[in-house]
């Protein structure tokens, strides 16, 4: 039986309460020494997924909240494809976890505090987005360096039978 079932849909909850979710998840992560963003992955079968920013207890710098909850989701569903799922947020997504949610297929993004307090508190990802811009490529120069088996990996997969689409 699934949450649905179980709580009916009139008590089913709501985006309110998924931040809220989200955001005790946050603050309880400070207290363990962890980053204060949490996250919160609600697949289609009502199933809920929680991540919590654990770059500096895991030292990796992609352990952010959101991109933890993808990953307990699709570990939990054993599927990459997280169609249809939404995800909540104590914080707006910065561009990573703009990414990964793009990469899961999540059907829609809710975000309690933006960019703007997380700035105000020391977290502050401008430079991001004016890298993806384009209005600061030096902060990162990327180069492409074709080499004579450039393609090779592409010409594999094309060819692999067993290869599962993505």
Same mark, same amino acid.
């Given at each position: 039986?699934?949450?649905e /079932?179980?709580?009916?849909? $009139?008590?089913?909850?709501?985006?309110?309460?998924?931040?809220?979710r989200a955001? $005790?998840?946050?603050t309880?992560?400070?207290? /363990?020494?962890g980053g204060?963003?949490?996250?919160?992955v609600v697949?289609?079968d009502g199933?809920? %997924?929680?991540?919590?920013?654990?770059v500096?207890?895991?030292?990796?710098p992609?352990? %952010?909240?959101?991109?933890?909850?993808?990953r $307990?989701?699709?570990?939990a569903?054993?599927?990459?494809d997280l !169609?249809?799922?939404?995800?909540?947020?104590?914080?707006?997504p910065? #561009?990573?976890?703009?990414a990964?949610?793009?990469w899961?297929?999540? !059907?829609r993004?809710y975000f $309690?505090a /933006?960019? %703007?307090g997380?700035?105000?508190?020391?977290? /502050?990802d401008?430079?991001?987005y004016?890298?993806?811009? !384009?209005?600061? #490529?030096?902060?990162?120069?990327?180069?492409?360096d074709?080499? #004579?088996?450039?393609?090779i990996?592409?010409q594999?997969?094309?060819?692999?039978e067993?290869?599962?689409e993505y």
């Amino acid at each position: 039986m699934n949450q649905e /079932d179980q709580l009916g849909t $009139a008590q089913q909850p709501g985006t309110a309460e998924y931040l809220e979710r989200a955001v $005790a998840l946050a603050t309880r992560n400070v207290a /363990d020494g962890g980053g204060p963003f949490g996250a919160v992955v609600v697949t289609p079968d009502g199933s809920v %997924h929680e991540g919590v920013n654990r770059v500096t207890r895991d030292n990796d710098p992609t352990a %952010h909240a959101e991109v933890v909850a993808i990953r $307990a989701a699709a570990a939990a569903t054993a599927n990459f494809d997280l !169609g249809g799922s939404v995800l909540y947020a104590s914080c707006e997504p910065c #561009p990573l976890c703009l990414a990964s949610a793009l990469w899961a297929r999540i !059907g829609r993004v809710y975000f $309690a505090a /933006d960019r %703007h307090g997380a700035a105000a508190a020391g977290f /502050d990802d401008a430079l991001f987005y004016e890298y993806f811009s !384009g209005s600061r #490529p030096e902060l990162m120069p990327v180069t492409r360096d074709d080499i #004579p088996t450039s393609g090779i990996p592409f010409q594999t997969w094309r060819a692999f039978e067993g290869r599962k689409e993505y």
